[in-house]
Nanobody, 124 residues
Framework: QAQLVESGGGLVQPGGSLRLSCVAS????????IGWFRQAPGKEREGVSCISASDGRTLYTDSVKGRFTISRDNAKKTVYLQMNSLKPDDTGVYYC?????????????????WGQGTQVTVSS
């Protein structure tokens, strides 16, 4: 059964770094786009970044460009989100999700399967 499991969240001070991991068991990863989304309390879910597992193309939302890097290791069926220079506005539950797409999208409606999420809190 296909399953997504996120890890790596935690509490970090502003300016710090975290690396999130998403293990996609039961998938042939190369057929999917994998996205990272976040949801802060009282706010809608927001697309953060996505990557094509087949060719490595990436897409970022403007607020994280230059600070976050998405990558994948198809052999390990794992997608990473390296988050640097974290800000309090980056706080939220971070989810990974898969979409059977050949183009990149940060629209949550395009994604079919979701993990349970990992909490990221940026606070001093």
């Amino acid at each position: 059964q296909a399953q997504l499991v996120e890890s790596g969240g935690g509490l970090v001070q502003p300016g710090g770094s975290l690396r999130l991991s998403c293990v996609a068991s039961g998938y042939t990863l190369g057929y999917y786009v994998i996205g990272w989304f976040r949801q802060a309390p009282g706010k809608e879910r927001e697309g953060v970044s996505c990557i094509s597992a087949s060719d490595g193309r990436t897409l970022y939302t403007d607020s994280v460009k230059g600070r976050f890097t998405i990558s994948r290791d198809n052999a390990k069926k794992t997608v990473y989100l390296q988050m640097n220079s974290l800000k309090p506005d980056d706080t939220g539950v971070y989810y990974c999700a898969t979409a059977p797409l050949t183009w990149l999208s940060l629209a949550s409606a395009a994604y079919r399967n979701w993990g349970q999420g990992t909490q990221v809190t940026v606070s001093s």
